[in-house]
């Protein structure tokens, strides 16, 4: 493993334990979620899922064009879907930044998974010694910790 992947597994373990710990609904769906983001940064499989999606339609379609633009499809649907969720706030008044950090980094997992050319370049730039994405993940990890631990102080979630 090269160190963003260690600092995925860190980030993303840190923003699930977090949110765990927070015990407030939606916490627990979005501990989960951070731990998935972890786990697939210590394995790196988006890496592999396109050619493995690629291999398994070139019988059908000959080419990827289809299937870009279904993932920039996909991208543009949960940039839309993060934007609403800016927009509006949480049904029982609680801050949502933790819900709003964990979309952005699927966000982000989904348009480093679409390889979309420029932006992989800029997504894998380095900038004081660590690529972007690696940067990005720090960031958004963070806030989630921040944002669900201070929504559980603030909610008094599992303080006995």
Same mark, same amino acid.
Do not use: Y
């Given at each position: 493993?090269?160190?963003?992947?260690?600092?995925?597994?860190?980030?993303?373990?840190?923003?699930?334990?977090?949110?765990?710990?927070?015990?407030?609904?939606?916490?627990?769906?979005?501990?989960?979620?951070?731990?998935?983001?972890?786990?697939?940064?210590?394995?790196?499989?988006?890496?592999?899922?396109?050619?493995?999606?690629?291999?398994?339609?070139?019988?059908?379609?000959?080419?990827?064009?289809?299937?870009?633009?279904? @993932? %920039? +499809?996909?991208?543009? *649907?949960? =940039? /839309?879907? $993060?934007?609403?969720? #800016?927009?509006?706030?949480?049904?029982?008044?609680?801050?949502?930044?933790?819900?709003?950090?964990?979309?952005?980094?699927?966000?982000?997992?989904?348009?480093?998974?679409?390889?979309?050319?420029?932006?992989? @370049? %800029? +997504?894998?730039?380095? *900038?004081? =010694? /660590?690529? $972007?994405?690696?940067? #990005?993940?720090?960031?958004?990890?963070?806030?989630?910790?921040?944002?669900?631990?201070?929504?559980?102080?603030?909610?008094?979630?599992?303080?006995?």
């Amino acid at each position: 493993m090269d160190i963003v992947q260690w600092i995925g597994v860190w980030v993303f373990g840190a923003a699930a334990a977090a949110c765990l710990v927070a015990g407030t609904r939606p916490w627990p769906l979005l501990g989960l979620a951070n731990a998935c983001f972890a786990i697939e940064a210590a394995f790196g499989w988006r890496r592999s899922l396109p050619a493995t999606i690629r291999t398994a339609i070139s019988d059908a379609t000959g080419s990827l064009g289809m299937l870009h633009l279904a @993932a %920039l +499809l996909v991208v543009i *649907a949960a =940039g /839309l879907f $993060v934007l609403a969720k #800016l927009r509006r706030p949480a049904a029982d008044g609680a801050n949502s930044g933790a819900a709003t950090a964990t979309l952005l980094t699927a966000l982000l997992f989904l348009v480093d998974t679409a390889s979309l050319g420029g932006i992989d @370049a %800029l +997504l894998q730039r380095e *900038a004081n =010694g /660590l690529p $972007v994405i690696g940067w #990005l993940w720090i960031l958004l990890g963070a806030a989630t910790v921040l944002a669900a631990l201070s929504a559980a102080r603030r909610s008094g979630a599992n303080m006995r």
